[in-house]
């Protein structure tokens, strides 16, 4: 799996968008990018994923840049309830479906 | 909505007992993982299944088991409980699946103490 960095924490303030910045310069061009959170003492929670397009869903929005080196997630208005910690996975393909979390990204929304 | 459940949220056990974690999902999925987490040491995986009565070994099998007699169900067995068990244990299922399209999702977790 390609190796991805996060900031190590984020603050937020209740109702704005809080925008999380993945890097994953060594990314393989069949390499999805997928980002999975965790609200403290809970199991870890799927939000989205994506190739090479932006994806929306009803969570949040996946930002990939052009050369796919990066990638943003944008919780457009975050809540209390989205304090957790964010994790950006680059999947290897056939790995036997194993997800490896790195350090992931702290956001605290604040209200 | 996918739902993945597991048996107990917290549990305490001695050392040397054998413990039981039952991990339970209703989307017809493949495959199951289960997981350890501790601080500092992010996810680990201690076994997989990709179907009825198959099983893999992940990075950390030695000391624990699993079992997989019902394709909704994957049950983590340890032996004899040693305090160095003591974690947050996850299980995650999902569909079978190529190049990234096989998300996982995770039941609530099991925090086990081992004393």
């Known amino acids: 799996d390609a190796k991805t960095t996060q900031p190590p924490s984020m603050d937020c303030a209740e109702g704005r968008a809080a925008n999380l910045p993945c890097n994953h310069s060594?990314?393989?061009?069949?390499?999805?990018v997928y980002w999975y959170r965790q609200i403290h003492s809970q199991g870890p929670q799927y939000i989205i994923h994506?190739?090479?397009n932006n994806e929306t869903n009803e969570m949040a929005s996946l930002i990939i840049t052009e050369d796919r080196k990066s990638s943003t997630l944008i919780l457009p208005h975050a809540t209390l309830r989205d304090t957790a910690v964010y994790y950006c996975?680059?999947?290897?393909?056939?790995?036997?479906?194993?997800?490896?979390f790195g350090g992931g990204t702290r956001l605290m929304v604040k209200p | 909505d996918v739902k993945v459940t597991q048996s107990s949220r917290y549990l305490v056990k001695r050392t040397g007992e054998k413990v039981f974690l039952e991990c339970v999902q209703d989307?017809?999925?493949?495959?199951m993982f289960w997981y350890r987490q501790d601080p500092g040491l992010g996810l680990r995986l201690i076994y997989f299944?990709?179907?009825?009565?198959?099983?893999e070994k992940g990075d950390i099998p030695e000391g624990y088991s699993v079992s997989r007699e019902k394709k909704e169900r994957f049950s983590l067995i340890l032996e004899s409980a040693s305090t160095n068990q003591t974690s947050m244990y996850l299980c995650?299922?999902?569909?079978?699946?190529?190049?990234?399209?096989?998300?996982?999702?995770f039941g609530p977790g099991t925090r086990l103490t081992v004393l």
């Open positions: 995650a299922s999902s569909l079978r699946g190529t190049g990234g399209r096989d998300t996982q999702y």
């Open positions: 060594t990314i393989s061009g069949n390499e999805y």
């Open positions: 994506g190739l090479k």
């Open positions: 996975i680059v999947r290897r393909n056939n790995a036997g479906n194993m997800l490896t």
């Open positions: 989307m017809d999925h493949e495959n």
């Open positions: 299944s990709y179907d009825v009565k198959m099983k």
